[in-house]
């Protein structure tokens, strides 16, 4: 069984700060601001793709009521809301969760991203791509 069903199952203890009957929210043990806390179905799913399109609006939902708890208790107004879907994504527990994580101030937590360059044509081609 993965850790996360662990959790849900309270085998393994966590500070949750938000339960229902589908999702269970717990702060993360390594954060990357103090608050951050992790939205988690108690059902196994792998990753977003696995979720059916109850769950995952459910699950957006849930991470919207825990940012506005967030918001209300430590007194802070803005988030990074991530999901990692994937090992190359930076996913390392393969059950679906998503990442509340509060910004307390520019730089809290940086993508560090390097963009492309695309010409008309590459945008064109790959507009029809996925399109069609
Ligand atoms: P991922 O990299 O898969 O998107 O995020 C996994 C997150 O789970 C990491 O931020 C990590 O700190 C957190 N985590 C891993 N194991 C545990 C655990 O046993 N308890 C809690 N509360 N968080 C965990
Ligand atoms: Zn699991």
Same mark, same amino acid.
């Given at each position: 069984?993965? +850790? #996360?069903?662990?959790?849900?199952?309270?085998?393994? =203890?966590?500070?949750?700060?938000?339960?229902?009957?589908?999702?269970?929210? #717990? /702060?993360?043990? !390594? =954060?990357?601001?103090?608050?951050?806390? @992790?939205?988690? =179905?108690?059902?196994?799913?792998?990753? /977003? /793709?696995?979720? &059916?399109?109850?769950?995952?609006?459910?699950?957006?939902? %849930?991470?919207?009521? %825990?940012?506005?708890? /967030?918001?209300?208790? @430590?007194? %802070? !107004? $803005?988030?990074?809301?991530?999901?990692?879907?994937?090992?190359?994504?930076?996913?390392?527990?393969?059950? #679906?969760? +998503?990442?509340? +994580? =509060?910004?307390?101030?520019?730089? $809290?937590?940086? #993508?560090?991203?390097?963009?492309?360059? @695309?010409?008309?044509? &590459?945008?064109?081609?790959?507009?029809?791509?996925?399109?069609?």
């Amino acid at each position: 069984m993965c +850790i #996360f069903c662990k959790i849900a199952n309270k085998e393994i =203890p966590s500070y949750t700060v938000y339960e229902d009957d589908n999702f269970l929210a #717990f /702060l993360d043990l !390594s =954060p990357i601001t103090v608050g951050h806390t @992790l939205v988690v =179905p108690k059902k196994h799913y792998a990753n /977003l /793709l696995e979720l &059916d399109e109850a769950t995952a609006k459910e699950a957006l939902n %849930v991470a919207r009521k %825990v940012a506005l708890l /967030l918001k209300e208790k @430590l007194n %802070v !107004s $803005d988030f990074n809301i991530v999901n990692n879907c994937g090992e190359n994504a930076g996913q390392s527990v393969h059950h #679906f969760h +998503i990442h509340v +994580i =509060p910004i307390y101030k520019k730089g $809290d937590l940086e #993508f560090k991203v390097q963009t492309k360059k @695309l010409s008309d044509e &590459d945008f064109k081609k790959l507009h029809t791509k996925i399109i069609k």
